[in-house]
């Protein structure tokens, strides 16, 4: 397959996926307005307050006058040129709020993905070697409980020991808001501050990573392919490294894709114990606010980003098993 | 003799207070303050959302400043002069003051101010500023206020948190309330705007140009954002930050964190604010419609019990809805005692009287009991009040919503029994008592205000001629008669005047120094 070919097949993904978008926009902005209780009074609500006069002049300046059905024309016209809106409760254009939330959560995510992966599998791979050994009962039941547990209680304990207690990590936060480091300086600093909610956040999908692993490592060793391969005398390492591993990779790979949708949810929790500034944290804030400028804006970001890491998994899939083919 | 010695002492000590410890003082130093929840923006000219006076205080200067008697201060103002038929109030301005971009303030800015700005925009503004016909401006330095009416309680509201003064040149150009300087505030108080990182901090840098020569001593303060409450309270802990209040900690944390030989607490800081805890009844509604029954609730209620359980001692019983926070400017007023030791028989007796006697089951009816949707002790305390209605027979189921739900439902549809409640005194009673049973406050559609519906023409004419008393000793005489026939109508209950901790790390000290407490600006603060 040349690069040609895959260029084609990028676009023509991503043009099969410009139907599913305006479907959650449309869906989503339908949904909202099924909420009770709107923006004006919510502004009025944290303001402790205000006169009829103001209330109603909020009401005007948000479109709220206007039918639904031509809110939603004006909202979908202006996305065609990627203008989200603007925030009034933020007094801020919605496209500059999500840019600037954006890479705090890739770095997380990005982050997560690659210590719960590479650690997933490295647990589950070692457990299906050896299976049915108390090595591999240690590390299921690891993993259960780490799936158990609650994230929120995870992130505090791990704040109330490395953090308090040894002093080791930062509480909160994504650098030292009283040294301000500049150049190199900042990125340990911030390297500094992802520790402890990478780790919090790994552990959830680190267990189901792990389990799908040796389930799947399992799976695939018992196959014809294998009894082949040993037959033909090819060593054992051999056999599990260049063809066990890989095939047993492909449903854990495709996991990942689904979870990364999951991922800014249960971002949620781990933003707000670690104070870290991502989209989750601004979607619940938002949500609660009524503000649905921002939140629709939030909800297209993360339709785009699931899109997007989807057609990656596909790609992913073709460097892992060569008989699969694109198109 | 004695009686001399003892005045100079006083008087040695008055002006040590004055000069301050001026060799403790050292410049230098970054604060850390957390501020719960994130402020939506920094326009505190547009909105009155609570956190963004916890920012913005720091930026902007007000024409006044408060002591904790709420008694007026000197602030960009350097004298006032009310005539005395209290229709022109006449403000002398500081010269050589710049705004942080270098620009000179001027009579302009405050005319701009008042009439452009608050009159139209400012939540409160528009009832503040209410009687202000026109600001006139005869040279740079001279601000003149004209009042179509006296308005006493203006004077409590120019603060730089409540009514801060504006570059005209800045804020005058394009439209206010889509302003690009609505997150980047520009003004002249003691700290300079420097950056808003969303979700994490606002920065704060030292004015160098400050008006009060030497100060501010900070070099920086930095306002944290952090959603959870036990992150907050580690990050006071350990001294990541220094500065929480208005709740930020929760009530049970603030216990520990007060044990800490590195932390201090305090409930200074909220005179100018006073915050009450109440529950608001529908009064159009049966049987919330008989006097008896909501007589027969305010008794029900353990008061000593819900601040001591509930808000961990945090609190002092209302005796109606005027704080005790006015009583040294002469406001304050004490209604009918609900906390009488045979107040259970008392409710009881007022149901059978109303009509409701006990039935098999020993309930009288059942009810419905909101809870402001604000966090955990809220719902502590719906659990309390259902208690105490169990006691006198009354079956109370309790419903939790979020906040639009619950706004909506309190002030716009009036589809509610009772439902606990939390209103801010503010700086004057025409502020913030007002509003919850004058009867033009009774507006479908805004929060906050008569919920209740209720009103008399008897209460709604005291309120009218406290309005525009200029004499502060026969306001109060009139406030004293409403509270007493508020507080006997019942149409909300006060429950407790809501004493908030502020949790402060003792290497910093002077950082409340008004009764606006975190509200304050900051200027006085130093760091050990």
């Known amino acids: ?21 305006l479907g959650v926009v449309i869906l989503n902005f339908l949904l909202l307005q099924l909420a009770p ?4 009074t919510v502004l009025a609500g944290e303001a402790g307050g205000a006169p009829k006069e103001y209330i109603d002049q909020l009401r ?27 925030s009034f409760r933020q007094s801020a254009p919605v496209l500059d709020l999500l840019l600037a939330r954006l890479w705090p959560t890739l770095l997380l995510m990005g982050s997560t993905l690659l210590l719960s992966l590479s650690l997933g599998v490295g647990m589950g791979l070692l457990a299906a070697l050896w299976v049915r050994t108390w090595k591999d009962h240690l590390i299921s039941v690891a993993a259960i409980i ?11 304990m791990l704040i109330l020991v490395f953090s308090i207690k040894f002093g080791w990590f930062p509480t909160s936060g994504m650098e030292d808001v009283v040294a301000f480091n500049v150049g190199f300086a900042r990125v340990v600093d911030i390297a500094h501050h992802l520790v402890l909610p990478t780790i919090t956040l790994s552990m959830f999908y680190l267990a189901l990573y792990a389990r799908l692993m040796r389930a799947s490592m399992l799976e695939q060793r018992g196959l014809d392919y294998v009894t082949t391969a040993r037959a033909k005398g090819i060593p054992e390492r051999t056999i599990v490294t260049r063809h066990v591993f890989r095939n047993a990779l492909l449903p854990v790979v495709t996991m990942a894709g689904i979870q990364f949708g999951s991922l800014l949810g249960g971002s949620v929790v781990v933003e707000s114990v670690f104070a870290w500034p991502g989209l989750g944290q601004l979607a619940y804030q938002s949500l609660f606010a009524r503000d649905f400028n921002l939140l629709l804006g939030i909800f297209f970001l993360s339709a785009c980003l699931v899109v997007i890491v989807n057609l990656v998994v596909d790609i992913v899939y073709v460097l892992l098993d060569p008989r699969i083919r694109i198109g | 003799m004695r009686a001399l010695t003892k005045s100079l002492i006083l008087m040695a000590a008055a002006i040590t207070m004055a000069c301050g410890p001026a060799h403790a003082q050292k410049s230098g130093g970054t604060l850390v303050q957390i501020t719960q929840p994130e402020p939506p923006n920094l326009a505190p000219y547009i909105s009155t959302s609570g956190p963004i006076g916890q920012v913005t205080a720091k930026v902007f200067d007000g024409l006044l400043e408060y002591d904790f008697d709420l008694k007026p201060k000197l602030g960009l103002a350097e004298s006032f002069t009310v005539s005395p038929d209290g229709k022109t109030v006449t403000f002398k301005l500081r010269r050589g003051v710049t705004f942080h971009d270098g620009k000179p303030f001027t009579s302009a800015d405050v005319q701009f101010t008042i009439m452009d700005v608050l009159k139209t925009n400012h939540p409160r503004g528009i009832a503040t500023f209410k009687e202000v016909t026109a600001v006139e ?20 509201a120019l603060s730089g948190y409540e009514s801060p003064i504006l570059p005209k040149h800045v804020y005058g150009v394009g439209d206010i309330k889509t302003h690009p300087n609505a997150n980047a505030p520009v003004g002249t108080g003691p700290f300079k705007f420097v950056e808003w990182r969303r979700g994490e901090f606002v920065r704060l840098d030292r004015n ?13 303060i930095v306002v944290r954002f952090i959603a959870d409450a036990s992150t907050r309270t580690a990050a006071l802990e350990k001294g990541e930050a220094h500065i929480a209040g208005f709740g930020a900690v929760p009530y049970n944390d603030v216990r520990k964190l007060s044990a800490l030989p590195s932390v201090e607490v305090t409930t200074k800081g909220y005179e100018m604010i006073s915050p009450l805890v109440e529950m608001v009844i529908n009064t159009k509604k049966a049987p919330f419609d008989n006097v008896k029954v909501r007589q027969a609730i305010n008794y029900a209620l353990d008061r000593k019990f819900v601040i001591d359980n509930v808000w961990f001692g945090f609190g002092k019983a209302a005796v109606g809805p005027i704080s005790s926070n006015f009583e040294p400017s002469g406001l304050f007023g004490a209604g009918v005692d609900f906390t009488v030791p045979d107040r259970i028989e008392r409710a009881n007796k007022l149901l059978d009287e109303a009509g409701f006697p006990r039935k098999a089951d020993g309930t009288r009816f059942e009810m419905v009991h909101d809870i402001t949707p604000y966090g955990e002790e809220w719902q502590r305390f719906g659990e309390a009040v259902q208690q105490a209605l169990a006691a006198v027979g009354i079956k109370a189921t309790l419903r939790y919503e979020d906040v639009a739900k619950w706004l909506k439902r309190i002030y716009t549809d009036y589809d509610y029994d009772m439902s606990s409640n939390f209103l801010y005194n503010l700086a004057d009673p025409v502020l913030g008592v007002h509003r919850g049973f004058h009867s033009d406050r009774i507006k479908k559609g805004t929060v906050f205000v008569n919920g209740s519906q209720w009103s008399s023409p008897e209460t709604d004419a005291l309120m ?55 509200y304050g600006n900051y200027a006085n603060a130093y760091r050990e």
Not at chain 2, 140 to 156: G, R
């Open chain 2, 137 to 156: 401006t005869p040279d740079e330095t001279t601000a003149i206020f004209k009042l179509a009416n006296p308005a006493p309680y203006m004077m409590a």
């Open chain 1, 60 to 86: 005007q300046r948000f479109g709220q006058d206007q039918p639904v059905l031509v809110q939603l024309f004006h909202y979908l016209r202006n996305l065609v040129v990627l203008d989200l809106g603007y």
């Open chain 1, 1 to 21: 397959m040349g690069g040609a070919a895959l260029g084609r097949y990028i676009v023509r993904r991503l043009l099969q996926t410009l139907p599913v978008v």
């Open chain 2, 464 to 518: 009218d001629k406290a309005t525009t008393e200029a004499d502060a000793a026969k306001r109060g005489a009139l406030y004293r008669e409403l509270v007493t026939k508020v507080t006997e109508a019942s149409p909300v209950i006060y429950v407790h005047e809501l004493k908030f901790p502020t949790i402060i790390n003792k290497q910093y000290k002077n950082l409340i120094d008004s009764p606006l407490g975190i």
């Open chain 1, 146 to 156: 780490f799936y158990a547990t609650p994230l929120f209680w995870i992130g505090l």
């Open chain 1, 37 to 40: 209780g709107d923006l004006a």
């Open chain 2, 208 to 220: 160098t140009t400050y008006w009060r020569q030497g100060r501010p001593f900070l070099d920086r």
